[in-house]
């Protein structure tokens, strides 16, 4: 991933930077506010880490003017002081985090592995041609897409690895999806779960029981993309927002 880091303090910069490249990611430089918004305008980066106090324009400054140039930039605030009035300056105009120095690496590179779709989407339906159709459209939106459709495998795997959430038919043969739900919710609390069927009166019943169950939401047959790819997005910036907000020295935005 391009990643821009932007520090008046080029020992900071350097250090940011090298680690980066270890892992992997393309990182680019920039030593003032001035110098990070001309660079995003030359090219849109992925992601933005940038020091708060800077001479000339400071980074909530710069991150405005960057959000004017690329809408939805992820921008990552960092700061070794700053007064209440800044972090929430920086909370109203839309970083995702405040951090505070020395940086906790570890939390900065599985940010960016979720910034990076790498963890996948688990679509268990019974319908073969669904799944099809629904995996190929999530492939080109950059998920990689996992597919079941016998209820008995659906923890198999979310044991093998992370999945972002689970897309789930409430009508799955004789089995009904809420049963799978209360299986997932009984292991993984917290997972994201959107119910789909195209039985909207029929399944009422099941619509409710899954909401209060904790299923995230529900969506009905045909599938509206649009709204699919919203609800998936708003999962992603959700746990990008916590999995920052969850280290020590994390400050929500």
Do not use: W
């Not at 391009?2 to 008046?8: E, G, H, Q, R």
């Not at 992925?46 to 000339?56: A, E, Q, S, T, Y």
């Not at 919710?185 to 029929?202: D, I, M, N, S, W």
Request: with cysteine.
């Amino acid at each position: 991933m391009k990643i821009l880091v932007v520090d008046d303090d080029l020992r900071i910069v350097k250090t940011t930077c090298d680690i980066l490249k270890i892992k992997g990611h393309e990182a680019t430089a920039a030593y003032s506010g001035e110098e990070g918004v001309e660079q995003v305008g030359r090219e849109r980066p992925d992601c933005v880490l940038m020091d708060i106090k800077m001479p000339g324009i400071n980074g909530v400054a710069a991150m405005k003017r960057m959000q004017e140039i690329a809408p939805g930039l992820p921008i990552i605030l960092v700061s070794a002081y700053a007064t209440d009035d800044l972090l929430a300056e920086a909370k109203r105009a839309g970083a995702y985090a405040v951090l505070s120095k020395p940086l906790n690496f570890p939390m900065i590179l599985s940010f960016l592995s979720l910034l990076r779709k790498e963890e996948s989407i688990l679509v268990v339906d019974d319908d073969p041609n669904f799944c099809k159709t629904l995996k190929d459209i999530l492939n080109l939106r950059g998920f990689r897409v996992e597919t079941e459709a016998e209820p008995g495998k659906v923890m198999g795997h979310l044991a093998d690895d992370y999945k972002l959430a689970i897309v789930l038919d409430l009508k799955l043969g004789a089995v009904n999806g809420t049963d799978v739900l209360k299986e997932v919710r009984a292991r993984y609390p917290t997972k994201p779960v959107v119910l789909v069927t195209g039985y909207r009166q029929e399944m009422g019943d099941s619509i409710e029981k899954g909401r209060s169950i904790g299923a995230y939401t529900c969506l009905y047959k045909p599938l509206e993309m649009d709204d699919l790819f919203r609800v998936i997005e708003e999962i992603r910036i959700k746990k990008l927002r916590n999995l920052l907000g969850s280290g020590l020295n994390g400050v929500m935005a």
